[in-house]
């Protein structure tokens, strides 16, 4: 799988030892950044992984930053990004099952890497299930357009 990473300097350790982890895994990485521990601000880069989702250059993208919450919310404003903060397994599960989410976030600062490492797992290997949850999404999306005119 490809997938596109980046977050802020309060998230670059972990996004680094994610790379590892992922590389490991046998997956493409895409390191959109940040590339140090000097701070910067986040929306540039999680609107980066976003749209590296969103045009299929990545399948999935994870966005790292001190809680997740700034992370997730610029993810989320490139249409068509379904950004989900997961910082324990259960919501890794259902953001994917119930969601289809495409783009995972995590707080660097609340998350250990060992538990970062089963999120992103739990993230990538739980398939979408379909059936009332694809209304769910139809309506979603019909709200984003609806928003974007």
Same mark, same amino acid.
């Given at each position: 799988?490809?997938?596109?990473?980046?977050?802020?300097?309060?998230?670059?350790? %972990?996004?680094?030892?994610?790379?590892?982890?992922?590389?490991?895994?046998?997956?493409?990485?895409?390191?959109?950044?940040?590339?140090?521990?000097?701070?910067?601000?986040?929306?540039?880069?999680?609107?980066?992984?976003?749209?590296?989702?969103?045009?299929?250059?990545? #399948?999935?993208?994870?966005?790292?930053?001190?809680?997740?919450?700034?992370?997730?919310?610029?993810?989320?404003?490139?249409?068509?990004?379904?950004?989900?903060?997961?910082?324990?397994?259960?919501?890794?599960?259902?953001?994917?099952?119930?969601?289809?989410?495409?783009?995972?976030?995590?707080?660097?600062?609340?998350?250990?890497? #060992? %538990?970062?490492? #089963?999120?992103?797992?739990?993230?990538?290997?739980?398939?979408?299930?379909?059936?009332?949850?694809?209304?769910?999404? #139809?309506?979603?999306?019909?709200?984003?357009?609806?928003?974007?005119?």
């Amino acid at each position: 799988m490809r997938i596109a990473i980046g977050g802020d300097h309060a998230g670059y350790p %972990l996004k680094q030892h994610l790379i590892g982890v992922l590389k490991e895994w046998d997956h493409d990485v895409d390191d959109l950044g940040t590339h140090s521990e000097d701070p910067v601000d986040y929306p540039i880069y999680c609107a980066a992984v976003g749209r590296a989702v969103v045009s299929g250059a990545a #399948e999935t993208g994870i966005v790292l930053g001190g809680s997740g919450q700034g992370e997730q919310i610029s993810a989320n404003k490139v249409h068509g990004v379904r950004a989900a903060l997961c910082n324990d397994l259960y919501t890794a599960r259902m953001a994917r099952a119930h969601n289809n989410a495409n783009v995972l976030s995590i707080g660097a600062r609340i998350v250990a890497a #060992e %538990l970062a490492d #089963e999120i992103a797992r739990i993230f990538l290997t739980t398939p979408f299930e379909g059936g009332r949850h694809v209304r769910r999404l #139809e309506e979603i999306s019909a709200i984003e357009t609806e928003e974007a005119n």
